[in-house]
């Protein structure tokens, strides 16, 4: 399997697994429980991993969010945890979902050891929240359900990086994206615009999707042709 390839088969699961725990109720239980509210925990746990930056840089690293939606939930989260103690949290509520959540059927330690080989030697240009997620403390090795989706969400950010600026390249705006991809999360991302008319947009997200799947297929030429038709199979039998 070659790596563009394997970057094709594996993009719904690494797009989807992760967020499941996002989506949550735990999740979203833990961040009123710390005293987040709505949206709120989402911002500052994932883009709280930048550190304490201005707004707009997390408005850079979301890209498919409305900056205002950002700027408020960044605003008004300053003041519950630090930035850092945020990320932790988020990565934190990644690894009980996944204790919690995820089957016996699959071999998680091999798993997690593919995914940590990527990770671990992928290039962090122009995937600022891939770069700061890899400074979180990793789950032990012992723990390999939660180690697998702290290394899959890592994998998540590089690739979501590789996306928008896939989709900035091809002309569509970040609205337009999500238009074809979710629309029916563009009003949960908090767009109060309606979403636009997909279809003439499609070939142009289409193209943006191969170009991402040859960015990501490069970090995924780490592997070996077996080694990476073993990920893309070990990731079908999560989905």
Known sequence: ?????AAHEAR??????PGRFMLDPATHARGAELGFEGFDFYAAGRGGALGD??????VSAFVFFPPATVHAAWERSASV???RNAAEEWARCAHAWARANLGDETDWARLSD????????ADVAGAPLFAAWRTLPEPASDDAKALTIHRLNALRELRGALHGAAVLTVGLTPL??????APQM????????PPRDPEPLRDRWQLAEARTDRMLGRHLSVLDDTERK?????LGNTE
């Open 176 to 181: 337009e994206a999500a238009s074809v991809r």
């Open 53 to 58: 930056v201005p707004a707009d840089v997390v």
């Open 12 to 17: 719904n699961a690494i797009v989807s697994l």
């Open 1 to 5: 399997m070659t790596p563009e390839q």
């Open 114 to 121: 593919l995914l940590g080989r990527v990770v671990s030697r």
């Open 230 to 234: 073993e990920l893309v199979e070990a």
């Open 186 to 193: 563009v009003p949960i991302m908090g767009w109060t615009d």
């Open 81 to 83: 945890l630090s930035r």
